[in-house]
Each structure stands twice: as structure tokens, then as C-alpha cells.
């Protein structure tokens, strides 16, 4: 079961359709549970992969709050410090990724970071296949080998092992370079890696 | 003329060569100046467009020094905020992106970022094409359109408009994401953006 905390928005909604129909069970969760969504500690509790898909400002916060559902699942951290000024993307990170708040607030979890590049507004156009990579980084080499497979029947390109989950520092920003890059031609834009095997 | 400061590098000199396979005049500037190498200065004075391949410390001090001679050049500021621990590549970005620092160091040129995808080793290997685009930002947009021109005879993929210079405190930091792909891939990597028009 894959579960998405936070699975309102776009990113999330798409995610979930996406995995659907590559045959995955998903539960969403919501801290309004209603409808389709189940309480996020119930979303939690019932995963084995976690995708928290939450404002960068609450991700800490989440994972403290759910830091015991979260003990040995696989939690995916695809939050960016994103924020808007007069309508323009820009980043303001600190000295630590959101990732690695988010593991320091959950300790117990296998915390991988990862998706920072894929548009939310292109994973939510469902029918339309996502022709870019997905960059990983993580310090637990099974778990991030886990969301690579995943990740590879999500993408048409490949998952990138990007090192160490420190390295989510540098990744996590570079949304905030493709938001630009989407504003200036109007469109969504991912990434892929060139020069690879 | 294209000036290469700070050319004695991988980077410098593989983006000398690959300028003067595509037809343009070049000259290489260094602090100690001999044989092929001018003096920064003259370097600078001498050149259209120059490119700024120096340690990204001694970047915008670079910058302060050759303030009169950048006045009015177009200015291509390369340069990562990369540092390595433990041999790992990691990147430790101020407040401001180096070019931003270069430019408030030299307020006369017109700097644009880019270039921080292409390794200086992929550079190097001056007979393999290079499969992969060149991000670029900058205020000053006739001079970001010139570079573009310029990058996109350079690599076989497209030059990306990724906006304003201060976009380059999100992309400089994405050289350390990529020299991290390199260390686990044994490759040289660059990026394709997708989902361009």
C-alpha cells in the first residue's frame, strides 16, 4: 500500500492516479479526513512507502506529529522550499534540506528524497506520459533502491541515485529554477540526466 | 574576440577549444600571465564576452579587480559554490548566487549565469559532442540572448532561459547534485530540460 500524506493538491492527486494505474493501492490522507481521505496517521500507519506531499513550512511538523506511524516505513520527501514573490518562483532554503528536517523529526523513518523536478500540473495530466527523469538522493540504499523501481514505472526516463540524502539540499532548490524556466515558455517543465551508462 | 578568465583550468581549456572549433577568436587570461595566457586584464579588455572560470571564492574579488574592464561586456559567470568533504561534493551557497556577487562587484557588466550543468571534464573531451543543454539566467536580456547563441553552437541540446540572474542562487548549487551523479556513475553528467516548447 502506498500511502500520500497530503494527497489534495495536484501533486498529489496525480501521484495517485498514476500509481493507480500501474496497478498500485493508494490511500490518501488529509488532516480534514473526509470523502476519499483518511486521517494522515491512518494513511500513515496503513503504508509501506509514504509520499508526503505537504507546504515545505509543514513538513517537519508532519513528520514529528507522525513519527511513530512512520517507524520503518519508506518516506519519500518531495518537498522544495518554494516560495512566491510578485508572482515569481524563488527558493529560501536553509542550512538543512526539508528531507533532512523531516528525518531528524522521524527518526524511525527510511527517508528518501526525490521528485523535486516533476511538475505538479504534469503529474496531473494523467494521460500525458512524463518524458523526464526522477532524481533521488537518501542514505538508506534499499529503500531509495525501492522508490527507484517505483519511480521507473512512473517516468519514461530513469531514476538517478543522486548520492546521499545531504545532497537534497542542492536538489530541493532547483524547482524553483524550473518553475522560471516554466513561467518564461509557459509550459512544465522536468528534467532528464544526459551522460549517464 | 571571447575572453576566458582564469583559462588554465579543465573548463577554461576545454571551452577554448571548443570556441575555436566553432570559428571564434579566443584569449585566455591568468593571474601569472605566459605562453598562451595574457593577463587577466588585457583578457578582459580585449574580449566581447568573458567568461569567468575562477575558484568561486576569489569570484567576485576577480570581479572588483577588473571592475573598469568588465564596464559594458558581457560577462558569463560559471562558477558553483562547490566544496568538497570527505571527497564528497557538497555546496555551501550564501545568500546571494556568485554571479550576483560578480555583479554587484562589477555593476558595469552585463553578467549573465550559466554553464554550471556542463562538467569541465565533458568540456575537456573536446572531440565527444556535448549531449545536454545550457541553463542560463540574467537581467540584462540581449545579453543573456547572445550567450544563448553562443550555447547552443556549443552543446547539442538547446540553451534554457531559466529567468532572472537571481535565479542563479537556485542553479549554481545543482553542480554539486551532478558531481554527486558522477561519483556514483563513474560518468560525466549534464541535464535536459523537457517539456519545452
Redesign the interface.
Same mark, same amino acid.
Given at each position: 500500500m502506498i500511502g500520500i500524506v497530503g494527497g489534495t493538491g495536484d501533486f498529489g492527486q496525480g501521484l495517485a492516479e498514476r500509481l493507480r494505474r500501474i496497478g498500485e493501492e493508494v490511500v490518501l490522507g488529509s488532516r480534514t479526513p473526509r470523502d476519499e481521505f483518511v486521517a494522515n496517521r491512518d494513511c500513515a500507519k496503513d503504508s509501506d512507502i509514504v509520499f508526503l506531499s505537504v507546504p515545505p513550512g509543514g513538513l517537519a511538523e508532519m513528520c514529528a506529529g507522525l513519527a511513530t506511524d512512520l517507524e520503518g516505513k519508506i518516506v519519500v520527501s518531495v518537498a522544495s522550499p518554494v516560495v512566491f514573490r510578485d508572482g515569481?518562483a524563488?527558493?529560501e532554503?536553509g542550512e538543512l534540506s526539508l528531507a533532512e528536517l523531516g528525518a531528524k523529526a522521524a527518526p524511525g523513518a527510511r527517508m528518501v528524497a526525490g521528485f523535486h523536478t516533476v511538475?505538479a500540473k504534469?503529474l496531473a495530466r494523467v494521460d500525458e506520459p512524463l518524458?523526464?527523469d526522477v532524481?533521488l538522493?537518501g542514505d538508506d540504499e534499499d529503500a531509495k533502491g525501492i522508490v527507484a523501481d517505483l519511480a521507473e514505472r512512473l517516468v519514461e /526516463?530513469r531514476a &538517478?541515485?543522486?548520492?546521499?540524502l545531504?545532497?537534497a539540499?542542492?536538489?530541493e532548490?532547483?524547482t524553483?529554477?524550473?518553475l522560471?524556466?516554466n513561467?518564461?515558455?509557459?509550459?512544465?517543465? /522536468?528534467?532528464? &540526466?544526459?551522460?549517464?551508462?
Open positions: 515569481k524563488a527558493a532554503p511538475s504534469a518524458d523526464e532524481l538522493c /526516463g &538517478v541515485d543522486a548520492g546521499r545531504e545532497v539540499r542542492w536538489l532548490p532547483l524553483a529554477v524550473l522560471n524556466v513561467r518564461r515558455y509557459k509550459v512544465s517543465s /522536468g528534467v532528464r &540526466v544526459t551522460g549517464l551508462p
